[in-house]
Nanobody
Framework: QLQLVESGGGLVQPGGSLRLSCAASGFVLDYYAIGWFRQAPEKEREGVSCISKSDGYTYYADSVKGRFTISRDNAKNTVYLQMNSLGPEDTAVYYC???????????????????????????WGKGTLVAVSS
C-alpha cells in the first residue's frame, strides 16, 4: 500500500518561505499523480497544486500561481511544494494525496481530481500545519 507523510509545516512571517515534503513509502508512485490541498478554518478544502511524472504536467491554483512550485525527487519518492511570498491567506493545514493515473494523462487527472475536485483521491496524508503570522 502507498502511504504519504507530509512534513515541513510551521510558523512563518508574511513574505517568508516554506518547503513542504510529501514522502511516499512505496515504489508505485510513478503511476500516480500527486496533489497538494489545503483547508483553512471555516473554509472548504481547495486544490493547490498537482504533478504527474508520466508527462511532466504541473497544475497550480490561481491563488498560488507564481508563488508556489511543485517538484518531484524520484530517488526519494518525495514530492515537494516550495511556497514563497507567503501571506496570512495561506494559513491552512496542507495535505498531499495520490490518485492512480491509469491510462489517463497527468493533465486530465490533475484537472479532474485537484483542479475541478469532481473526483476523489485514492490516498491521503495526515496533513501539516502552515501558519503565516507576524
Amino acid at each position: 500500500q502507498l502511504q504519504l507523510v507530509e512534513s515541513g509545516g510551521g510558523l512563518v512571517q508574511p513574505g517568508g518561505s516554506l518547503r513542504l515534503s510529501c514522502a511516499a513509502s512505496g515504489f508505485v508512485l510513478d503511476y500516480y499523480a500527486i496533489g497538494w490541498f489545503r483547508q483553512a478554518p471555516e473554509k472548504e478544502r481547495e486544490g493547490v497544486s498537482c504533478i504527474s511524472k508520466s508527462d511532466g504536467y504541473t497544475y497550480y491554483a490561481d491563488s498560488v500561481k507564481g508563488r508556489f512550485t511543485i517538484s518531484r525527487d524520484n530517488a526519494k519518492n518525495t514530492v515537494y511544494l516550495q511556497m514563497n511570498s507567503l501571506g496570512p491567506e495561506d494559513t491552512a493545514v496542507y495535505y498531499c494525496a495520490a490518485v492512480y493515473l491509469g491510462t489517463y494523462t497527468g493533465k486530465d487527472v490533475c484537472t479532474w481530481h485537484v483542479g475541478e475536485r469532481s473526483l476523489g483521491m485514492d490516498f491521503w496524508g495526515k496533513g501539516t500545519l502552515v501558519a503565516v503570522s507576524s
